[in-house]
């Protein structure tokens, strides 16, 4: 019997990579990944692993033939974003092609929850996306990542200061927030919804690889690389904008930061029906992030 197929969009992302990775790893199914560069080296190594790559940008074709489909919106800025839009659009073309199972990388709806009052429409979108979805002659299971690990090494650069590395972290110091790794998170919880899509319909799953504050984090790198760090606050405008000048630019994602990271704090990053009780089994804390990844301060891209 021919194995089911899986299209992954965003393939190149790193939720996505994960994906495929897990996918062909467990050899339960045909992979094909959608990238907008399909001569990548990334790409070509994928072909090499026995995937299937192709554009992004023919979506029809993309998705013929597929099983199930993993969407992932990728990141955009607030002024000019067009997630909603994109979403809905990726998963109307996976029904037209026959797609039987949908599975969507989503967050909260702050809008919602917050009656308002905070302003993160990156989550809010991927909320309006998930309903889009159920709403759709499809089956639908759905992720909710907790905040990336990764942040702190792509978007929020630590700097060095008289022999001391300063950390400067977007939440209170002593607030305990749900972090995960996506890059090892995604793959395996994806994978086991496409295994068993009758235990996952209408589910949504969140994954989170440690419950952790900026203090501990600190602490903690400091205990295993030896550099003597302190925490600084992004938390506030005005630290945000210390810290991260280059943001004034944009108005409207310092808005959006902000939103979301108070948000996570006033209102959970997590609603009560999406709060996990466990850590998700298998997956990296900070520590073990630390440990695979090496990582001791300097800007890296996943
Ligand atoms: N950072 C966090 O804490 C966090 C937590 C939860 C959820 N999220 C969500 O995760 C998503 C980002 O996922 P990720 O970090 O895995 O992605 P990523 O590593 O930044 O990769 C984004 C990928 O999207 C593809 N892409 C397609 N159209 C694009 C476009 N117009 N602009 C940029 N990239 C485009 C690109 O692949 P190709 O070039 O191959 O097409 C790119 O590799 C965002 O929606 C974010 O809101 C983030």
Known sequence: MTQPLIAVAGAASKQGRSVVDSLLAD?????????????????????????EVVSADDLAAAFHGANG??????????????EYATGCLMADAAVAAGVRHIVFSTLENVDER??????????????????YIRRLPVQSSFVMIAFFFTNLM??????????????????????????ADPLSITGPAVLDIFKRPQDYDGVTVPLVGDWISPREMVETFTRLTGIPAEYRNAYT???LL????????????????????????EYGYFSPANRPEHITPDALNWEAF?????????????
Do not use: C
């Not at 792509?154 to 972090?179: G, M, Q, S, T, V």
């Not at 210390?242 to 704090?265: D, I, K, R, S, T």
């Open 154 to 179: 792509e978007y929020y650069l630590p700097r060095w200061e008289n022999d001391k590395l300063l950390i400067p972290i977007y939440l209170p110091e002593d607030f305990r927030a749900p972090f």
């Open 27 to 51: 050899g339960g199914f045909r992979v094909r990944a959608l990238t907008r560069s399909p001569q990548s080296e990334l790409a070509q190594s994928w072909v090499k692993r026995g995937a």
């Open 237 to 239: 405008r005005e630290g």
């Open 114 to 131: 917050t009656k308002g009052m905070k302003f993160a429409p990156h989550f809010t979108d991927k909320a309006r996306i998930a309903d």
């Open 69 to 82: 489909v993993f969407l992932m919106t990728p990141p955009t800025p607030p002024n000019n974003s067009q």
């Open 242 to 265: 210390h810290y991260f000048p280059e943001f004034a630019a944009n108005e409207l994602l310092v808005q959006e930061l902000l939103g979301m990271v108070q948000y996570a704090v």
């Open 290 to 302: 630390l440990r695979r990844t090496g990582w001791k301060g300097e800007k890296a891209e996943f």
